[in-house]
């Protein structure tokens, strides 16, 4: 096998089971034997292979998708100059990383859904990492990114979901907002069996025995299928769909459909040529910062959302009326180094910068000048390696040289010295979260025109809930700045230990 408060208004109550705040689960008493039970990185490898499996069947594309990444990832390897690029892309293992590598995005509805799934992916080893604000960019919903924890985990397989929350209060239109929840409370995204199976696993400390595995990849997979029947009447989802379409897509349906799962690619400029030279309907921007000597953040394109065929029940549930739903799209990344919270906040102040010097291009420009102003504005970022560590922007690995063991090191040595001797290497640390504004992009490019977007919040400018999102969730999310800053920390204790000397000295 491969491998808050509820935002539920109480007149619109939902079952017990959709809304109540469970606790994390816990096994008290002694920690039961490993022996019968599932590597976790195996059984998200194992889960995120049949996903994308599964993906692939319904939506024929992202296996196009694949190959062109694939083909691309390989003449980049090829034509990579600077070692610490290899490093870094390979995260210091062999390939396979980068061909199991895939994020995938879902959209929930309820708070008990959340929950659920927060249970779900526990299991595979995905544990909440940030809180992202979708509201500014006129998405009633704000998410975390469930992905693995431990630099080991993410090496073996770091899949990763960004999964959104609807948030109902955003919704100007109460009669949408009520036909929403409505339609929400009246559906279960879980079988009965995934179910019995999260509950057997809280009683065995949070595991699955490997007896168990298979039929919770085949459950779970039900919960992220594809179901070509609405759960709304055509009435219905028309309605939500004029006051925004992701709010027909959250509520209309019986199953949390994933709605894209993305390859990360080393090269995605090359890779959105290939897609357009094979006649993809591909974004006309990439997202995210431009491009660089030195790769920071995050990079996004896609090709445009797929029209599929769905039915609508009538009234009397017996017979089915014919349209059509748009959601589901394939999106490809360009993941570069994490930044530190000095480095995002040049980044954002850039951004911010770049959009406003946009904003001022005449009518009818293009795509083309939007990259040049980015581009341009952006040369107020450094772009060397040392440069970037030296102003401390960017997070770093420090490894220790195979030929530094056995050398004499002073005990007084500092960080710069060393790396100058050539006894550390500092190696870029990838960067495994997300971007708002990136995010929201993809989002809404493969919205359709016309949509309300803004009109629809409460806000022009929305505003940010992240207790509110923990409140959902059950638990608080990871800090994402401390996670990477403790990485780069235990890589130079482990480097100290290796070169005998001590670690406040390295990293003062």
């Not at 940030?130 to 009633?140: E, Q």
């Not at 990763?160 to 109460?174: G, M, N, Y």
């Not at 990259?371 to 401390?392: H, M, N, S």
């Amino acid at each position: 096998m491969f491998n808050r408060e509820s935002l539920i208004p109480s007149e619109h109550t939902l079952p017990p089971h959709q809304y109540s705040i469970m606790a994390p689960s816990a096994t008290k008493g002694v920690e039961p034997s490993t022996e019968g039970y599932i590597d976790v990185d195996e059984l998200r490898t194992s889960f995120a292979m049949s996903l994308s499996a599964m993906y692939k069947k319904e939506v024929p594309l992202y296996g196009d998708l694949i190959r062109i990444v694939r083909t691309v990832n390989e003449e980049t390897l090829a034509n990579l100059s600077d070692p610490r690029m290899v490093r870094m892309h390979h995260g210091g293992v062999a390939s396979e990383r980068l061909d199991l590598e895939r994020h995938g995005a879902i959209r929930l509805g309820t708070p008990y859904e959340l929950k659920t799934i927060r249970r779900l992916f526990a299991l595979i080893g995905l544990h909440p990492v940030g809180y992202y604000d979708l509201s500014p960019s006129g998405l009633p919903m704000h998410a975390t990114s469930f992905r693995p924890t431990s630099v080991a985990s993410l090496k073996k397989n770091p899949f990763r979901v960004f999964t959104t929350l609807l948030r109902p209060d955003l919704l100007k239109d109460a009669e949408s907002r009520r036909l929403a929840l409505d339609l929400l409370a009246r559906r279960d995204i879980f079988s009965a069996e995934l179910l019995s199976l999260l509950d057997a696993a809280d009683k065995q400390g949070g595991r699955l025995r490997k007896a168990q595995s298979d039929a919770f990849v085949r459950e779970a997979m039900k919960t992220f299928g594809w179901r070509p029947v609405a759960a709304a009447s055509k009435d219905d989802y028309l309605k939500l769909k004029v006051e925004h379409p992701i709010l027909a897509d959250v509520a209309c349906f019986q199953s949390s459909h994933i709605n894209h799962l993305t390859p990360r690619t080393l090269s995605i400029s090359a890779a959105q040529e290939r897609m357009k030279t094979e006649g993809m309907a591909v974004k006309d921007r990439i997202e995210g910062p431009p491009a660089r000597r030195c790769p920071i953040l995050l990079r996004q394109t896609s090709f445009l959302a797929l029209e599929e065929p769905i039915r609508f029940p009538t009234e009397t549930g017996e017979t089915m009326t014919n349209g059509s739903h748009k959601a589901r799209f394939g999106e490809i990344e360009e993941r570069g180094a994490a930044v530190t919270p000095k480095g995002r906040k040049l980044y954002e102040k850039l951004m911010d910068n770049s959009m406003d010097e946009i904003a001022q291009l005449t009518e009818g420009h293009t795509s083309a000048d939007e990259d040049a102003v980015l581009a341009q504005v952006f040369k107020q970022y450094p772009d060397t390696w040392e440069e970037l560590r030296k102003r401390g922007l960017v997070y770093f690995e420090f490894r220790c040289e195979p030929s530094a063991h056995g050398q004499k090191i002073s005990p007084n040595a500092s960080l710069n010295s060393l790396l100058a001797q050539g006894v550390l290497e500092a190696v870029p640390v990838t960067y495994e979260d997300f971007l708002p504004l990136s995010a929201a992009g993809i989002f809404q490019s493969n919205l359709e025109s016309g949509s309300k977007k803004t009109a629809s919040l409460t806000v022009s400018k929305g505003y940010a809930d992240k207790a509110g999102y923990e409140r959902s969730l059950g638990v608080a999310v990871t800090d994402m700045d401390k996670w990477y800053a403790e990485a780069q920390s235990e890589s130079l204790r482990r480097c100290a230990t290796k070169l005998n000397i001590a670690a406040g000295i390295l990293l003062q």
